[in-house]
């Protein structure tokens, strides 16, 4: 059951093509051309060389693709399952009153089953199995059937949406099954094999071939927390929940969603690492839920306007544009405009490494920021709290700058009346709201909205409209503001 995210694919996009072996190709010259050339005698050509197929190349030795599979396959499971939904009968009002949908007929909702079909990938001898949240998601029975055509029930131990997650267990009945072996996917390179197996369209057990085509994919909007290996090897519904294998035999993936107009494989597949599905999968079996870690910020990626205006050496590591009172990242001192470049020894240049960075890290652990404040580097030392659930999704904003002034803003005072005009939430203290904004503005272009709330100008907070107007008026080249919307804070830069 794996999920088309079409809307994601460009108009332009291009298929590849599969390179079976070298090809030559000679030019011929025209009778013409060979007429008034001098004669000599004809070089001989050198033999062309045959480059091998993947497939048929042996890996370290005697092992080939085949043999890889082979060993593989009885621990990649098909699974189907059954839910029921409750939907409203249709209105047929020629019926009348004594049609079958009248009183006597039952017009109210009805209970319809629905049937899905995707893999999973068996992780322990006793009937484990890792697949997609999504598969079993609301699941009132659960059927998984082997490579060797054996049939068992399931039930979910738990569920992760927020990484689309989920780990079954067979009853075995006594039965051990085959595990699968786990490797690392943080070694996987641009360009290794890898080979997806799974149950595409309920055919029953397929294996595919491609490359990884890329790593840490994320923002895709498949799910919270997103940190995708992107491979070229075919995946099609049914595919959710399967392997996406190394060339040794180890799973490095659970395979998740793909890039299609169609719906089928057009070349752009992803998966979960398994960096990233292991420790969740542990959580999922011992205790039926995850427990990340919480900072309690809000935050945005540093593009070169950010940079510029908070004169940072480069437009690196992730902005924290807001700290919330008595969270994790406030009691360790936390400030906002701070920009984290480190997690503990990892690098964090992106909204989505630094959420997963923090998420992954576990409810209270304790992580050392590397912090540029004020262009001077600082060391904070953070004992996380657990996330709430309110906050999955409020984890990061984006601010936008194209250029222009704030001519064509309007702002008014935070008070009563703005406040319900724009239903600004009373834990917003203080500000000024943007009352009016021409839509041709620059401003506008820049990504301001009405009923934003204005909470700083160039670093220094505002609370009036002509404190407001004064710091607008000493600004020169571009105006760094920090905007309240909806309960989030964001950094906008909007030049002149």
């Known amino acids: 059951m794996i999920r088309p995210i079409s809307r994601l694919v460009p108009s332009w996009l291009v298929l590849g093509s599969l390179a079976l072996g070298g090809v030559g190709c000679a030019k011929a010259q025209s009778p013409q051309l060979r007429a008034e050339l001098p004669t000599a005698p004809a070089a001989e050509a050198p033999p062309l060389a045959v480059l ?3 497939a048929l190349t042996k890996l370290g030795g005697d092992v ?16 189907s399952m059954t839910k029921v939904t409750r939907m409203s009968a249709p209105v047929l009002p020629f019926f009348g009153p004594f049609g079958p949908f009248g009183p006597e007929g039952g017009g109210g909702p009805r209970e319809q089953q629905e049937h899905g079909l995707g893999s999973g990938v068996v992780v322990s001898k006793d009937g484990y199995v890792l697949t997609n949240n999504h598969v079993v998601s609301e699941a009132q029975e659960i059927k998984v059937t082997l490579s060797d055509r054996r049939e068992f029930p399931a039930k979910v131990i738990g569920t992760d949406p927020k990484s689309d997650l989920a780990v079954i ?6 039965s051990e099954l085959t595990p699968i072996a786990f490797g690392d996917s943080s070694r996987l390179r641009l360009g290794d094999v890898v ?20 790593k840490g994919r994320a923002d895709v909007g498949i799910a919270t927390y997103e940190d995708f290996i992107q491979t070229d090897a075919a995946i099609n519904p049914g595919n959710s929940g399967g392997a996406l294998i190394n060339t040794d035999g ?11 107009r169609s719906g089928g494989y057009q070349g752009i597949g992803f998966a979960i690492p398994t960096k990233m599905a ?15 870690g919480w900072l309690g910020v809000a935050i945005q990626d540093v593009d070169p306007q950010i940079a510029e205006a908070l004169k940072l050496p480069s437009a690196s590591g992730v902005l924290l544009s807001d700290v919330r009172a008595g969270g994790p990242a406030a009691s360790a001192g936390l400030k906002r405009g701070d920009v984290v470049l480190k997690v503990d020894a990892a690098t964090v240049n992106t909204t989505g490494e630094f959420r997963n960075a923090i998420a992954d890290a576990g409810a209270r652990h304790k992580v050392t920021l590397q912090v540029l404040r004020d262009s001077n580097p600082v060391s904070v030392d953070v004992q996380l709290g657990e996330q709430p659930d309110r906050d999955a999704r409020q984890a990061s904003s984006s601010g936008a700058a194209h250029g222009g002034a704030l001519d064509g803003v309007v702002v008014s005072d935070l008070n009563a009346e703005s406040r319900r005009e724009f239903e600004i939430d009373n834990d917003v203290r203080d500000g000024v709201v943007i009352a009016r904004l021409d839509p041709n503005s620059t401003a506008a272009r820049a990504g301001l909205r009405p009923g934003d709330v204005i909470v700083e100008v160039n670093r220094t907070h505002v609370d009036t409209p002509q404190r407001f107007q004064e710091l607008y008026v000493k600004s ?9 919307r909806q309960g989030n804070n964001i950094y906008v830069v909007v030049k002149s």
């Open 169 to 174: 267990k067979i009853d075995t009945r006594g």
């Open 52 to 54: 091998p197929h993947p």
């Open 476 to 484: 020169k080249n571009s105006v760094l503001l920090l905007v309240n």
């Open 250 to 260: 180890e799973l490095v993936g659970i395979n998740t969603a793909i890039l299609s």
């Open 278 to 292: 292991l420790p969740i999968m542990n959580s999922l079996k011992t205790d039926g839920k995850v427990s990340r």
């Open 195 to 214: 080979l997806a197996i799974g149950d595409p369209f309920g055919v029953g057990q397929t294996v595919t071939m491609g490359i990884v085509s890329a």
């Open 64 to 79: 080939s693709i085949a043999d890889v599979t082979e060993r593989v396959l009885p621990s990649v499971v098909n699974i």
